[in-house]
Structures are given as C-alpha cells and as structure tokens.
C-alpha cells in the first residue's frame, strides 16, 4: 500500500522560505519518481517540482516548473524515504495546496523521462497548505 504523509505547510510573510516534507511509504520511494504539485481553488492542479530516486550517479535527476525554477528545491533523503520541497523566495502567488505525488513503484523501467510527466502521477497524499502574506 502506498501511503504520502506531507507536512511542514503554514503561513509566511513574502520573502520567506518554507520546507515541505512528504514521507513516502509502501516500497514506493526507492528507484521512483515523487513530485510536488500545488492547487488554488478553481485552477487545475500544477506541477511543481519532480525527483528520480534511482541511478544517484547522473545530474538529472529532478525537474522544476517554470515558476519556480531558481527559488525552489527538491531533494530526497534515502534513509528517512523523504522527499522534500525547499521554497525561497516565496511570493503571493506561491499560495496554494501543496500536494506530493508519486507513481506505481516499477524501479526497472523507471526513469528521469518517466518523471518528467506529471500526468503519469496516479497516488496522491492529503495536501499540506501553505498561505503567503504581504
């Protein structure tokens, strides 16, 4: 069973800087791809951020939307299956649902280009939300 436990969202004055964290259990972390998506209400959802945890011998291994390329960072602890999202630089529009996703676990066939898809993300977790004032 695959399960996605996010956390880390709150309130935060722009400028600021939060960090996401999404646990992921059931196999499903190792040799994967996990991702970042946000949503506001009445817009489709958006991909954020994406991570291959497999080969760690190559440079890319994550992907970034357009919006927050340069301001947010993804990253994977191998040891704890934790993804997480570093967000600086947060502006008024960074507000949103913030979700972690994740795909069916099938490490031999997996790979960066299977990551860079963010319609193949198919198990999804609660959502951690994350509001920015000014």
């Known amino acids: 069973l695959v399960q996605l436990s996010e956390s880390g969202g709150g309130s935060v004055e722009v400028g600021g800087s939060l960090r996401l ?6 196999d499903a972390y190792e040799g994967n791809c996990v991702a970042w998506f946000r949503q506001i209400p009445e817009k489709e959802r958006e991909g954020v951020a994406a991570i291959y945890t497999g080969d760690r011998s190559g440079d890319d291994r994550t992907q970034y939307g357009d919006s927050v390329n340069g301001r947010f960072t993804i990253s994977g602890d191998d040891a704890l299956k934790t993804v997480f999202l570093t967000m600086n630089g947060l502006k008024p529009e960074d507000a949103a649902m913030y979700y972690c996703a994740t795909m069916p676990p099938f490490p ?10 963010w319609l193949a993300y198919s198990y999804w977790g609660q959502g951690t939300q994350v509001t920015v004032s000014s």
């Open 108 to 117: 031999a066939a997996t790979t960066m280009r299977r990551c860079r898809n």
């Open 21 to 26: 964290s999404c646990l992921v259990s059931g």
